[in-house]
């Protein structure tokens, strides 16, 4: 027994000496390491889940492509260089994917002009034989997995839309030219292929139809003009496409639209042509700019319309320009910004495109031959109910111009009639069942359908004991949305609605409910995972399979409810798991799993989840380097609220040191609990590299009360700083604030409310809440208004009705109390916080005289694009929390700042 002892406790000291050794060998992670780090980014498994293909990007340089078989047999890994978009055949015999070129070699044609061409790979899965294909610009397989269709790029100069396109015959290896083609498209069972010819002087224009068992090609229609818009219906027996029509009276062309059905047995063409259809309003024509659909039943065709413009009156024309001459004037490009406009001018410059192609949904009953528009200038939007029996019309027109809720009335559109009924007044959005049988939508915090057949609207979740409104997101929005809701069943039965932590399965009559999760107790939140969205519903004998969180936990996982109607869980544990995907005919999943110290990879699993089988090995590099785990902090703030945060620990951390922290903030940011960091010099905020250099990194969450979304991050922030301060690990005089956006917003107040702070950081930050909200979003086009008020800024009232609190809660009306140094960033053309925004911060506290220095970085948006000024701002954003909290010499730029002739990257631009 004794020497048993003995021989354990030699055995435990050799351990703890060979941990050492190896554990000395680590080094510190500097930034000229972090280009190695990899990250998943495309990931593909194969019908039956016996084959995995993923993408590895790093962050600076060249990344590649993996295909391998998953399981016992067989886990070699087929590595392609430069390889992108992979994709699986149906029938599980092949891989295809798209082949780049180096990093290097794209800048060098970047800047001979010159675009990067394609090749295309073809992995035999069985042999592992690969084939390439130069040039190909797209790809598609047949979905019996016996076809592959290869698009070629155009040729140089070529102004026509058709290209080679080459039919490859996978079982026999065998090769098929078609040229000229601009589209094509596989029917549903891969027995026939259709394809639309655009060669050059147009001669040989058509619609050619290949039978792909008999090899017999069909001309459908040939003509000198121009075919667009190819379209199966879901069978995969009928056809239909544009044809161009030109008119030497109007501007753009219309189409003719060209149907065939029963293609698998005696085909019967249909054409619709405007000039022989009474009811099609002759002013109008068919655009060419909205994708053809078919109906389910496959008797209606579904296309768009638009105002057809006349040419301009030539002699007119010149008279114009005679008058023009005379006067020497240009006309001016003036903008009238109009007080009733519905959307204003900017938002129309941002939408112009989509106004130009604006245009009405309209059916083509072809058996009846009968035309019906459906959309009008009444509705803004319409989109087809399941069956397409009725179209969904919203109109916004009595509640123009909107400044809060996006009111609507809600019509239904009669398909074959076109005749209208209201059915919702004073509402925003909402859901078609797939059968087309209910409308879906929220109403005084419940859940309604509306029964279109028995013109019934029927609450179906009052008699439920919860709460499906979210109230708890605070925004301003007199009238809350839902937690939301998931898929309805195939039938049209029932839908799954959502409340705070639980799934319930609400049939649509309103007589039954079930609550299939219980997260209640442990405060777990459970929701669907939808693993396609084609708008088909849940069949009877599919299993249903929700995502879990734990709200105070952050745990992660999946869960199954089983056919008896048992909710079962898979996996729930300390870790993030997501990206969760199953093969298309088997019960195989793969998720991505990952912690602050395990890189994510993904793993496969069978319907159980049991046994995972690891598929992916990224950054192995991490074991040479110190790495910091992470953990969750509880607080309460200043009105009693527990909440959390995620502290993330420096690397190579010594419990008998204190440490300097960086607390970088937003809004919830304890859900990135267990998110694994990539280090990058790219990033301003990158929260590895400051814990590689000796830092913790704290990021709180922040409850909001209404009107004081600045006091509010305050009374959530300090007290959350203050407990990560008194556990001894933090050097209370080295701690750093920072955030991008509405976190750069809350960073620039926090610091006149208090001194807690040693240094800060603030990207694009909002400055002025008065001035902000008389701004425009103009990345959208959108006036800020709109986001103070039922958004993110939480001031349900405008400014002149809640003057103190915008006042009260504006960094710029703060500064004088303000003792922390400060750096801010802004770009020029900032399409989301205004840079004057920037420029009014740097006004005043130029003339307060305090520490203050604002990054600008010409022609860059809300997010820094280009890499030498994301890389720059990282820099400087480092450079300036190591002079204030650690004390380090200040570079000159801090102490002198950098003059305009000292530009040079701007003054060679400016010179050429």
């Not at 399979?545 to 409810?561: I, N, P, Q, V």
């Amino acid at each position: 027994m004794m020497r048993l002892t003995r021989f354990s406790l030699l055995s435990v000291l050799l351990f703890l000496a060979l941990n050492t050794c190896l554990f000395a060998q680590k080094q510190k992670l500097e930034p000229e390491d972090y280009d190695q780090w990899q990250s998943i980014s495309t990931t593909e498994i194969s019908a039956n889940g016996q084959w995995f293909a993923y993408n590895i990007s790093l962050v600076d340089g060249d990344g590649w492509l993996i295909i391998k078989q998953v399981g016992a047999d067989s886990t070699e890994d087929h590595k392609f260089m430069h390889g992108i978009r992979p994709k699986f055949s149906p029938n599980n015999k092949w891989s295809a994917f798209q082949i780049g070129v180096s990093e290097e070699k794209k800048k060098k044609l970047k800047k001979q002009k010159k675009k990067v061409r394609l090749k295309l790979g073809l992995m035999n899965l069985e042999e592992s034989k690969v084939d390439t294909f130069k040039n190909v610009q797209s790809y598609s397989f047949s979905d019996n997995g016996r076809w592959l269709a290869m698009k070629k790029y155009k040729a140089e100069g070529v102004k026509t839309e058709g290209t080679d396109l080459i039919l490859r015959n996978l079982q026999h290896g065998t090769n098929q030219l078609i040229g000229n083609v601009s589209d094509y498209a596989f029917n549903d069972d891969g027995s026939k292929l259709a394809v639309l010819l655009d060669a050059n002087e147009k001669l040989g224009n058509g619609a050619h139809l290949y039978n792909l068992k008999s090899g017999k090609i069909t001309v459908l229609d040939s003509k000198s003009t121009t075919y667009k818009k190819l379209k199966w219906n879901e069978d995969g027996t009928a056809l239909a496409f544009l044809k161009e029509q030109e008119n030497e009276a109007f501007k753009d062309p219309t189409h003719h639209i060209m149907a065939f059905k029963d293609l698998n047995q005696s085909p019967k063409k249909f054409v619709f042509d405007q000039q022989k259809i009474n009811s099609f309003p002759q002013t109008h024509r068919v655009v060419d700019y909205r994708n053809l659909e078919w109906s389910e039943d496959g008797n209606t065709v579904f296309f768009g319309i638009k105002e057809w413009e006349k040419k301009k009156d030539k002699s007119a024309e010149s008279d114009s320009t005679k008058k023009k001459s005379d006067d020497d004037l240009d006309p001016s490009n003036v903008e009238v910004w109009h007080w009733q406009d519905d959307d204003i001018q900017p938002k129309q410059k941002v939408m112009k495109n989509q106004l130009k192609q604006k245009n009405d949904l309209s059916a083509w009953h072809l058996d009846k031959q009968s035309f019906v528009r459906i959309g009008t200038k009444q509705f803004d939007q319409v989109q087809l109910t399941g069956n397409q029996q009725y179209a969904v019309a919203y109109d916004p027109h009595p509640y123009e111009p909107q400044f809060e809720e996006e009111w609507r009335d809600v019509y239904l559109v009669d398909v074959t009639t076109g005749e209208t009924q209201q059915v919702l007044e004073q509402h925003e959005y909402v859901q078609t069942s797939p059968d087309g049988s209910y409308l879906l939508y929220f109403k005084d915090q419940n859940w309604w359908t509306y029964d279109i057949k028995n013109d019934q609207h029927r609450n179906i979740t009052e008699d439920i004991d919860t709460r499906f409104e979210n109230f708890t997101n605070v925004n301003g929005r007199e009238h809350r949305r839902p937690f939301g809701a998931g898929e309805w069943s195939e039938e049209d039965d029932w839908v799954l609605l959502y409340d705070r932590y639980n799934v319930y399965q609400v049939w649509a009559d309103g007589n039954n409910t079930k609550q299939l999760t219980n997260g209640n107790s442990d405060k777990i939140r459970y929701r669907q995972r939808r693993f396609n969205y084609d708008g088909e519903g849940i069949e009877d004998n599919d299993n249903i399979y929700f995502s879990m969180y734990g709200d105070e936990t952050k745990d992660r996982g999946y869960a199954r409810l089983n056919n008896n109607g048992s909710t079962q869980t898979l996996v729930y544990e300390s870790k993030m798991y997501s990206r969760l995907a199953k093969a298309d005919s088997t019960q195989k999943f793969v998720y991505q799993v990952e912690t602050a110290t395990d890189s994510p990879d993904f793993f496969h699993v069978d319907s159980n989840f049991s046994n995972p089988t690891r598929l992916t090995y990224t950054n192995p590099q991490q074991d040479d380097y110190y790495w910091a785990d992470d953990q969750l902090v509880t607080f309460t703030n200043k009105n009693g609220q527990k909440l959390e945060g995620r502290l993330l620990y420096p690397a190579n951390y010594d419990p008998d040191k204190k440490y300097p922290m960086i607390t970088y903030i937003y809004e919830d940011r304890s859900q990135t609990l267990h998110n694994y960091s990539i280090p990058t010099k790219k990033s301003p905020y990158n929260f590895r590299r400051y814990s590689s250099e000796g830092y913790f990194v704290f990021q709180p969450d922040i409850t909001y009360e209404l009107s004081d979304p600045g006091i509010s991050a305050v009374e959530s922030v300090v007290p959350a700083v203050q407990k990560v301060i008194d556990t001894g690990m933090i050097n209370k005089d080295q701690i750093g604030l920072t955030g991008h956006s509405w976190g750069a917003y809350q960073t620039t107040f926090i610091v006149t409310q208090t001194d807690l702070f040693n240094s800060a950081v603030a990207g694009a930050p909002l400055t002025n809440m008065i001035s902000m909200y008389n701004s425009i979003y103009w990345n959208t086009g959108t006036t800020d208004a709109n986001i103070f008020e039922t958004s993110q800024g939480r001031f349900p009232d405008p400014w002149w009705k809640d003057w103190d609190n915008f006042i009260e809660n504006s960094p710029i009306f703060n500064m004088q109390q303000m003792n922390t140094p400060l750096l801010v960033e802004f770009g020029t053309d900032d399409g989301a916080v205004d840079f004057n925004q920037g420029v009014e911060l740097y006004n005043t506290m130029r003339r307060m005289q305090n520490p203050f220095v604002m990054l600008v970085y010409e022609g860059e948006n809300h997010g820094l694009a280009r890499e030498e000024n994301q890389i720059d701002y990282a820099t400087r954003a480092f450079e300036w929390h190591e002079h204030y909290l650690l004390g380090k010499e200040a570079p000159a730029w801090i102490t002198d700042g950098l003059p305009f002739l000292e530009r040079p990257a701007i003054e060679e631009k400016e010179e050429k």
